[in-house]
């Protein structure tokens, strides 16, 4: 069994502004001097939670977040294009009051996340191309590290994708973001991509 522990990313400037970030990698999703000093307190967590490897997604929001965790032991960070945020295509950097304004049909309220169909006039990724490549990546990494324990340095969207898939449901928009900073826990049996959810979003 695999254990794995989701972290969203520390907050960063376009989370205070409420900017849909997706893709974006600008100064504007940095993390805030707040968010860095918040994101230490995590340093401890390889030690507690015995971490074995950490995977990170390469925007630089999570690669500041998994650098500053992983100071004292930087030869267990790896980076990943699969852990990437979900692409908003032309939504990448726009203010979501102004998404709701425009798109309101694309964007739902109570969960503060676009739907499903949303790519179709965002022209961003689809649900269905971000899911795959996160299976995969569960999938594989299930296999090359059983029995071991990684940390995952990642984002609201990915979260929500793998947390749904172990509840077999097709979107993970049907679930409130995780906080920056909260943790997920799954349990995934080698070569599967679906898992056992143990917490979510927690502190």
Same mark, same amino acid.
């Given at each position: 069994?695999?254990?794995? %522990?989701?972290?969203?990313?520390?907050?960063? %400037?376009?989370?205070?502004?409420?900017?849909? /970030?997706?893709?974006?990698?600008?100064? =504007?999703? %940095?993390?805030?001097?707040?968010?860095? /000093?918040?994101?230490?307190? @995590?340093?401890?967590? =390889?030690?507690?939670?015995?971490?074995?490897?950490?995977?990170?997604?390469?925007? *630089?929001?999570?690669?500041?977040?998994?650098?500053?965790?992983?100071?004292?032991?930087?030869?267990?960070?790896?980076?990943?294009?699969?852990?990437?945020?979900?692409? %908003?295509?032309?939504?990448?950097?726009?203010?979501?009051?102004?998404?709701?304004?425009?798109?309101?049909?694309?964007?739902?309220?109570?969960?503060?996340?676009?739907?499903?169909?949303?790519?179709?006039?965002?022209?961003?990724?689809?649900?269905?191309?971000?899911?795959?490549?996160?299976?995969?990546?569960?999938?594989? /990494?299930?296999?090359?590290?059983?029995?071991?324990?990684?940390? =995952?340095?990642?984002?609201?969207? *990915?979260?929500?994708?793998?947390?749904?898939?172990?509840?077999?449901?097709?979107?993970?928009? *049907?679930?409130?973001?995780?906080?920056?900073?909260?943790?997920?826990?799954?349990?995934?049996?080698?070569?599967?991509?679906?898992?056992?959810?143990? @917490?979510?979003?927690?502190?």
């Amino acid at each position: 069994m695999t254990i794995f %522990y989701l972290l969203r990313h520390g907050q960063t %400037y376009a989370n205070q502004k409420g900017i849909l /970030q997706g893709c974006l990698n600008t100064s =504007l999703t %940095y993390l805030t001097p707040a968010a860095r /000093q918040a994101t230490q307190r @995590y340093q401890n967590f =390889l030690d507690s939670r015995k971490i074995d490897q950490v995977f990170s997604s390469p925007l *630089i929001r999570a690669v500041q977040t998994s650098q500053i965790i992983c100071h004292h032991d930087p030869q267990i960070l790896h980076f990943d294009n699969r852990l990437t945020e979900l692409s %908003y295509g032309q939504w990448n950097g726009m203010a979501l009051t102004e998404i709701k304004q425009r798109f309101a049909r694309y964007f739902d309220p109570f969960f503060q996340e676009v739907v499903v169909s949303s790519s179709e006039i965002s022209q961003g990724e689809s649900f269905a191309h971000a899911q795959a490549r996160v299976y995969d990546f569960l999938q594989k /990494q299930s296999v090359s590290f059983p029995q071991q324990r990684l940390l =995952l340095v990642t984002h609201g969207w *990915i979260i929500k994708t793998i947390v749904a898939h172990c509840f077999e449901q097709v979107a993970g928009n *049907i679930f409130l973001t995780p906080a920056n900073l909260s943790v997920t826990k799954i349990e995934v049996t080698p070569g599967n991509s679906c898992g056992r959810v143990i @917490y979510f979003n927690q502190f």
